[in-house]
């Protein structure tokens, strides 16, 4: 079985921000690993806010972030 990534969505991942909370406008990249944690605990919110929060734990606890960081970079989205 090969898996392949979704580009769009993988970008949009990278350039996703937190829209509520004490880290709202953060990237979800930059959210604290125990934060990220704590709604894997708590439940994460239901939608594309909570499959990315979980895939952005995923990345982190895999150290993958530097693939992110370097995507942000490459593929820069307007800051509006």
């Keep these: ?5 979704n580009a769009e969505q993988l970008l949009e991942l990278a ?3 937190m829209p ?4 709202k406008g953060r990237y979800l990249l930059d959210l ?3 934060y990220l944690v704590w709604f ?3 439940g994460f919110p239901k939608g594309k806010l909570g499959d990315y929060l979980n895939t ?4 982190k606890d895999n ?3 530097p693939i992110i960081r370097k995507l942000q970079k490459e593929f820069p989205r307007d800051s509006s």
């Design 1 to 5: 079985m090969e898996i392949r990534p």
């Design 15 to 17: 350039h996703y921000r």
């Design 20 to 23: 509520f909370g004490k880290y």
């Design 32 to 34: 604290p690993l125990p």
């Design 40 to 42: 894997r605990q708590k």
């Design 56 to 59: 952005m734990l995923t990345i």
């Design 63 to 65: 150290n993958l972030e």
